[in-house]
């Protein structure tokens, strides 16, 4: 097997490793010296978890004490980085994707100078970003985690990243051992194996215990080497409390070619205090005071050992990183967006390849990511055309959207693509993306019963809901060509998650090619004085509330219709006025189930006004059949908004 393990016995005479200039010489005294400063460090991070958490009266001390040796030697002997300047694009990263090791973190920042040691005592205050789990907030934390199994996808994008733009930057990824049983966990083994990242070292913390109870594998490192191994990977295991052995396992990680590394550390958790090693019941459990100066003194340093860690700083990264593309700020006003003749049949899906192709070119920094549907999503033409800034990330769907906050953290602009309930697969990291305020761009194609006979199990019914849902983000949903690469390039401008919805049928370009679609606004395609309703519609069932109008029109009956293109942020002003200028009365129509919907939406934002909103959407699972069918079955067809105008003005008159 491939796995070697790492043995360093106090009575060897010279220790090996790699210097900063590629060589291997390290004087015994020295590494002896390196050893013990490294020890008094991790004693170091250990005392200031225990004080935090115990001050903050909640967190996780336990699962830092037993990752505190593989930090201090990571932060102190293998990482590069600009300490004052996280952004330098030179700077190793690191991904703490056992995110409730957070004071553990936050004591390595503050020992690498990042911020004062007595910061470390607002943990959990509601003015710190010393958060119970890391955030962007904290800024030397570039992500959200602390949702367990996603870090390591996160860590391969920001990898590939670096490897896209030549820069000789490492990212190292910490996980605990019981989240390797998450599934999105072995699909970023997959994918960074699949694509070489040997600039990425995860370092697994076996301390064998899990929240409730022992992990599966325990303490049989051997079973994780291989099934790493099986993957594609290196492993190395090491003893986590062995400094020499962990000193030689990042070394040689650097060293490895053409694969990712994983170092596997058997540790204990609560390490260094007696009476919480390996011991069961105190996950998620800080030391009341007494037991914390019980632990406090068995922790503690010498002034010669408090004097040797004080000497270890964080290394900085070596000079001379590729030019950056220069940017302007007007860039999307260079955009030259494909043109389309009125009446012309065109999927919106398909123009959405079309907008990522015109933005692409003038904007190097947009990335496609796809999830083995390129060719129903339409991002192919994006391959087609720039092929080196194409992700091809398989059926693996929580690992493409973790790769594409990875990506965003090194300054790109990820658009990610799947139909709209694959999207959903991945929807606790699009959640934590939301936390985190990541730059990520969201497509979802497919949606609704629309598709037709490919049934329920493809159909997006849920999508709007959900991305309504992510704290401060845009959620757009054109209805024809011209609009949808007009929003392509809007997202592109926005900062955060955008989402766009896309559908499969082609239909009908209703708009000018000079038409400008501002996130936030909507479009009032018919209006007159003598409207007896508005009917809001976006996407598909703009077209059947176009043809609506059309057969109302012929009975003498007159109706607004809005195309609501912009679901969040809503143009609330737009909403009600017209609310208030056709009886007080909207009707909603999508294609979409009513719960958390553009109904939901649109209702929220005008009931304050006293409007009524009555609700056309599907309001029972669906079936295989033909478009056309299943939008009359489901009552979001033209005919449904026919019946639905005149039963309510009839409603109204008599309510008169």
């Excluded at 309703?533 to 069932?541: D, L």
């Amino acid at each position: 097997m491939g796995a070697f393990c790492l043995a360093y016995g106090e009575k060897s005479k010279m220790a090996t490793c790699i210097n900063d200039e590629g060589g291997y010489e390290m004087a015994t005294m020295e590494r002896q010296k390196l050893v013990e400063a490294l020890k008094a460090k991790a004693q170091l991070l250990r005392i200031h978890s225990v004080r935090a958490t115990t001050q903050a009266g909640s967190g996780h001390p336990t699962t830092c004490l037993s990752a505190a040796d593989i930090v201090a030697t990571l932060f102190f002997h293998a990482f590069r980085y600009d300490v004052p300047n996280p952004e330098n694009r030179l700077n190793d990263r690191f991904v703490l994707s056992k995110g409730h090791a957070a004071p553990l973190l936050y004591a390595a920042w503050a020992e690498a100078g990042a911020i004062p040691v007595e910061h470390l005592m607002t943990l959990r205050r509601i003015d710190s970003e010393l958060e119970g789990h890391p955030t962007p907030r904290f800024k030397w934390a570039e992500v959200a985690t602390g949702s367990l199994g996603q870090g390591l996808s996160i860590a391969a994008g920001m990898a590939f990243a670096a490897k896209m733009d030549g820069l000789p930057s490492r990212v190292y990824a910490l996980l605990g051992d019981g989240e390797v049983a998450e599934g999105s966990v072995w699909e970023a083994v997959a994918f960074a194996s699949f694509y070489r990242l040997d600039n990425l070292t995860a370092i697994v913390d076996v301390n064998r215990l899990g929240q409730s109870g022992p992990t599966m594998v325990q303490h049989n490192l051997e079973t994780y080497a291989r099934r790493f191994e099986a993957f594609g990977w290196q492993p190395i295991i090491v003893d986590g409390h062995d400094f020499g052995q962990l000193l030689d396992a990042f070394d040689r990680a650097k060293t490895v070619k053409g694969k990712p590394t994983v170092l596997l550390a058997r540790t204990l958790k609560g390490k260094g205090v007696s009476f919480l090693e390996d011991k069961e019941g105190w996950h998620g459990r800080p030391l009341p005071k007494d037991l914390a100066e019980k632990a406090l003194a068995e922790l503690a340093l010498t002034d010669e050992q408090m004097e040797l860690a004080r000497l270890l700083k964080v290394k900085p990264p070596a000079n001379g990183a590729p030019e950056l593309p220069i940017l302007p700020d007007d860039w999307h006003t260079r955009i030259e967006f494909p043109r389309y003749e009125l009446g012309q049949q065109v999927a919106t899906r398909e123009a959405y390849g079309d907008g990522l192709v015109a933005i692409g070119k003038v904007n190097p920094l947009v990335v496609a990511l796809d999830g083995d549907v390129k060719n129903s999503t339409f991002s192919e033409k994006f391959l087609a055309a720039f092929p080196e800034r194409f992700v091809e990330c398989f059926i693996a769907e929580q690992n493409m959207v973790g790769v594409a906050v990875g990506l965003a953290t090194r300054g790109k602009i990820p658009f990610v693509s799947s139909f709209a309930c694959f999207l959903m697969r991945a929807y606790d990291f699009i959640r934590m993306a939301g936390i985190g305020t990541t730059n990520i761009k969201l497509c979802g194609s497919h949606a609704g019963v629309s598709i037709g006979e490919d049934g329920p199990s493809q159909m997006g019914l849920e999508d709007l809901a959900a991305m309504r849902a992510i704290p401060r983000s845009i959620v757009l949903y054109p209805c024809d060509a011209v609009s949808t690469v007009k929003l392509v390039a809007e997202m592109a401008k926005s900062r955060g998650i955008a989402y766009l919805r896309t559908t499969r049928p082609k239909t009908t370009v209703i708009y000018r090619n000079e038409e400008e679609f501002p996130v936030g606004g909507c479009k009032v395609l018919f209006q007159s004085a003598d409207d007896v309703a508005t009917v809001v519609a976006a996407g598909i069932t703009v077209h059947e509330a176009l043809k609506a109008y059309e057969v109302l029109a012929t009975q003498g009956i007159k109706i607004r219709v809005i195309d609501l293109y912009s679901v969040k942020p809503l143009d609330e002003a737009t909403l009600v006025r017209c609310g208030l200028e056709t009886n007080r009365l909207l009707i909603t129509v999508e294609d979409h189930y009513p719960e958390g919907g553009i109904g939901e939406a649109v209702a929220s934002a005008v009931c304050k006004e006293g409007i009524r909103v009555h609700k056309l959407a599907v309001h029972d699972i669906p079936r295989s059949g033909k478009p056309e069918e299943l939008m009359e079955m489901f009552g979001i067809s033209a005919n449904a908004i026919v019946q639905g105008v005149k039963r309510l003005v009839r409603q109204e008159s008599h309510g008169r």
